[in-house]
């Protein structure tokens, strides 16, 4: 079957770095997406992966492993404003599978 | 551009009445994605057109949900009659050709007492 893990929830502290992970099954694969939606607001688009490696923009950051159907979102020093959810989706030109997201929470 | 465009923001309605969701793509996107977030399922994809055309609509939880296309720059999402459980917010999203970043408007969150 189709399927996008990631963990329901992570807190970490202001200033610090978090690593949000995303492991995937689906039947076609062209890459990777992660958005951010804070609450009440529409996902906007942070990042995206069709080849292996890291991709850096900013204090953000994600990683991709194909074969292994891995993904990882990094960011770093870590701002109140930062506190949303992450959305990782992955798939192919037809069809896109999203996870469930996960619940970031920002500590001062 | 002014982004996807949805509207209304916020509808509440009655049990049994029809409710009709809009949202009008980013000029020059060939794909339009209506979904749909609630906390219990989170964001399930109903139905996406290529072109104006649907291509996939098995998201679409029954007959009482319709969407249609009649140009590039338009589409509706119906629900009729509408249920307590349609309550969720629903969202358009628009994209380009090849697998490109949807972009999401604003959403319409719906509540049917």
């Known amino acids: 079957g189709q399927n996008i893990d990631q963990p329901t929830e992570m807190t970490a502290t202001e200033g610090a770095i978090v690593q949000i992970n995303c492991t995937y099954q689906?039947?076609?694969?062209?890459?990777l997406f992660w958005y951010q939606q804070h609450a009440g607001e529409a996902p906007t688009f942070l990042s995206y992966?069709?080849l292996d490696g890291l991709e850096e923009k900013g204090r953000f950051s994600s990683f991709l492993s194909r074969s292994k159907g891995y993904s990882y979102l990094l960011l770093k020093e870590l701002q109140m404003k930062d506190s949303a959810s992450y959305l990782c989706?992955?798939?192919?030109?037809?069809?896109?599978?999203w996870g469930a997201g996960t619940k970031l929470i920002i500590k001062p | 551009d002014a982004g996807v465009i949805q509207s209304p923001r916020h509808e509440v309605t009655e049990m049994g009445q029809e409710v009709t969701l809009r949202c009008k793509p980013i000029s020059g996107h060939d794909y339009l994605f209506w979904y749909r977030q609630t906390m219990m399922r989170g964001l399930e994809l109903l139905i996406y057109f290529n072109n104006n055309v649907p291509i996939d609509d098995s998201g679409m939880p029954e007959d009482r949900f319709s969407a249609k296309m009649p140009n590039a720059s338009f589409s509706t999402l119906k629900i009729q009659p509408s249920e307590p459980r349609d309550s969720a917010v629903y969202f358009c999203a628009s994209r380009g050709q090849g697998f490109g970043i949807q972009y999401f408007g604003a959403g319409t969150r719906l509540s049917v007492l």
């Open positions: 689906t039947s076609g694969f062209n890459g």
């Open positions: 989706a992955g798939g192919s030109n037809y069809q896109l599978i």
């Open positions: 992966n069709v």
